[in-house]
């Protein structure tokens, strides 16, 4: 069977569905398909991110994730209100742990003012009345705007509106670009479109260089456990994270509240072999173990980034203690908690440039007539989701 829709998207997590919903708001009368090669909605990191409404001040002034972080803040919190999906006001205070990190926070809180964010630098006098249970060296921000939601209702939200405008969502959708790089084959489905969009996360690159963009590129998965108690056991009022690493792209270890009733400890930045292996006893795949020791290896003979450090701090927060031990630093009171409760992981399609051996800290899209691709959409994704869907379909109806 060949089906010849205008638009096929390959990819029904959030970005994806997002492009879809900004292309049919402008354009009604395109034939929009997204291809989900899983049977459900947010079976990878769409559905499986921290729910974080991140403010958007990690991002330098002259990046996409700044460009769109905060408008994505406001944009979400709408798409939660027509939907009555609860948003938990909770706010976020970043704390130090020595004297360089009160340097680096405050270069942080500068470039969040650059950017236009609500923040406030405060005494550490002052951070008994905001978040009792932190501690901090000498001073810390507080953004007001940062909140948390439900990811996986947000999905639901989106596919609704993707089908209410006429688009449409097909399931267990596995892609394969055949050597005439316009034919996209499912099953027994040939797809011919006019335009092909490829935000399928992990396997990004991959469908990207079937069309000649992404070269010199590849995807290394990182790992991120989360472990939780009830929030019943611990009366945290703010999300609590650490300032990051300015060598690595990642935001530590950091306490989070969920709209369920939980608090979350995580997540860790563990790198993998193989792009889905949420389990060591599953979804061993050689290529993906090929690409990822490119990828590592390039990192490792970079200047950019250490592996070996990453290693020995990522690698032991697979142990629970190990990660409470990280938390602590933040939150003392934890230590007293026992039980704490196994998440389901996530993984972050980060990546990198296997050239310089950089991991790309912002978003990339590339592509031309025939096809766009989104090839890095890191966190804070899910919070910039809706308006970089509408950056990446508006440069795709320039060629309707």
Not at 129 to 137: C, F, H, Y
Not at 266 to 290: F, H, V
């Amino acid at each position: 069977m060949r089906r010849h829709p205008d638009i096929v998207i390959i990819g029904a997590g959030v970005i994806g569905l997002s492009i879809a919903i900004s292309i049919l708001n402008s354009n009604r009368n395109l034939q929009v398909a997204v291809l989900e090669k899983e049977r459900t909605l947010g079976a990878h990191a769409s559905g499986r991110n921290s729910g974080v409404l991140h403010a958007g001040f990690y991002y330098s002034a002259d990046s996409l994730k700044a460009r769109f972080c905060s408008e994505g803040n406001v944009a979400l919190r709408a798409l939660c209100r027509e939907f009555n999906i609860p948003v938990r006001e909770v706010g976020k205070v970043v704390v130090t742990t020595n004297a360089l990190e009160e340097e680096l926070l405050a270069q942080l809180y500068e470039r969040g003012i650059r950017n236009g964010v609500k923040l406030e630098r405060l005494e550490k006098r002052d951070l008994g009345t905001i978040e009792p249970l932190a501690v901090t060296q000498e001073s810390f921000i507080w953004s007001p705007t940062t909140a948390v939601s439900d990811p996986e209702s947000v999905l639901r939200a989106l596919a609704t509106k993707v089908t209410a405008l006429g688009g449409t969502i097909l399931f267990g959708q596995e892609a394969f670009i055949t050597l005439n790089p316009n034919t996209i084959t499912t099953k027994s489905v040939s797809w011919q479109p006019k335009h092909l969009v490829n935000a399928s996360g992990t396997q990004a690159d991959r469908i990207a260089k079937c069309f000649g963009f992404g070269e010199g590129l590849t995807m290394i998965p990182f790992m991120g456990v989360y472990r939780c108690v009830a929030e019943s056991k611990l009366s945290l009022k703010r999300l609590v994270y650490p300032v990051p690493n300015p060598l690595n792209p990642f935001l530590g270890v950091h306490l989070t509240i969920s709209v369920h009733g939980l608090i979350k400890i995580g997540p860790t930045a563990i790198p993998l072999l193989n792009r889905e292996q949420y389990s060591l006893l599953e979804k061993w795949n050689l290529k993906d173990i090929r690409e990822s020791i490119v990828g590592l290896n390039a990192i490792f003979h970079g200047n950019f980034h250490s592996i070996p450090a990453l290693a020995r701090s990522e690698f032991p927060k697979i142990f629970t203690s190990c990660l409470v031990s990280s938390a602590s630093r933040l939150v003392p009171s934890i230590r007293e908690l026992t039980n704490w409760e196994k998440m389901k992981p996530g993984i972050r399609a980060q990546l990198v440039d296997t050239k310089s051996g950089q991991l790309v800290n912002d978003f990339l899209v590339d592509g031309d007539e025939n096809s766009t691709h989104v090839l890095n959409a890191v966190s804070p994704g899910w919070t910039a989701a809706l308006p970089f869907g509408n950056f990446v379909a508006q440069r795709v109806l320039t060629h309707f």
